[in-house]
């Protein structure tokens, strides 16, 4: 006979805790799957052990093939709701692809109930051609810190001011610095000497960087320096949802 710890006291109607369960995964298009949840899971910091924010928190694997899927990253949709990119594309309609977690945790610090593995089904290229592009949206935060908005909901930034976003924390970030992500990551340092003959190099790193965004379709990088001869980096970049222009704000100093 069951005690409290379970149903039909402890995780029942009756009970104070509400399981975490994934209710249901579906490939929004060749590179997203959304997951959602029957209730809020941890959400807080991408870097946190269990926190659904955080790439390392999944892994989905194709198969028929056995391919694991790179992570980039999780937007929140809704408390419940999560949408998951992935560097690489999914197989078409016909193939299955499993998404699970063994960490991931509700917001009250529960681990994920069984089952911990999801089956979905891949989406044909030619369909997601033919649809209209979503909306990409993230989390707002400032200095790390996430923007809350008066009614209590958190903040959000829509389509290409998160690309934006991205692309300044692959420029900045040091190569290695996600372990998820080996080749995510450039390092730029704010004023840091920089020999001129290392200018091609360093555009050439800058374009692959921008590119590697699945978001990014074309990409041209320029560098100048400005009266001081400090090095200042421009990218404009076209996205799947429109074009990007932005220079970024902590330049380099040529030596």
Not at 55 to 69: C, H, K, L, Y
Request: zero cysteines; charged letters at 20%.
């Amino acid at each position: 006979m069951l005690g409290w710890g379970f149903l039909p006291w402890g995780l029942g109607p009756f009970g104070s805790i509400v399981a975490l369960t994934i209710d249901s995964v579906i490939a929004r298009d060749t590179r997203t799957v959304r997951v959602t949840f029957s209730t809020a899971p941890l959400a807080q910091v991408v870097t946190q052990t269990g926190d659904a924010l955080n790439p390392a928190t999944w892994t989905i694997v194709r198969t028929d093939t056995g391919q694991v899927f790179t992570v980039l990253q999780i937007e929140r949709v809704s408390s419940t709701v999560y949408d998951i990119r992935t560097l690489e594309d999914f197989g078409e309609y016909r193939i299955n692809h499993t998404i699970s977690s063994l960490t991931l945790r509700s917001a009250g610090g529960v681990l994920l109930s069984p089952p911990y593995t999801r089956t979905f089904a891949g989406v044909a290229a030619s369909v997601q051609a033919a649809t209209t592009p979503q909306d990409t949206t993230d989390t707002k935060s400032v200095n790390g810190v996430f923007e809350v908005l008066p009614g209590g909901d958190y903040a959000q930034q829509l389509n290409d001011d998160v690309v934006r976003k991205v692309i300044m924390r692959r420029l900045s970030v040091n190569p290695g610095a996600f372990f998820h992500l080996p080749n995510f990551g450039l390092g730029v340092k704010v004023k840091s000497p920089l020999p001129t003959t290392d200018l091609v190099k360093l555009k050439k790193e800058i374009e692959r960087q921008v590119l590697n965004d699945p978001s990014v379709l074309q990409a041209e990088v320029r560098l100048s320096l400005d009266a001081s001869g400090t090095l200042l980096i421009s990218v404009k970049a076209k996205t799947r949802l429109g074009f990007i222009d932005l220079t970024v704000p902590s330049p380099l100093t040529t030596g």
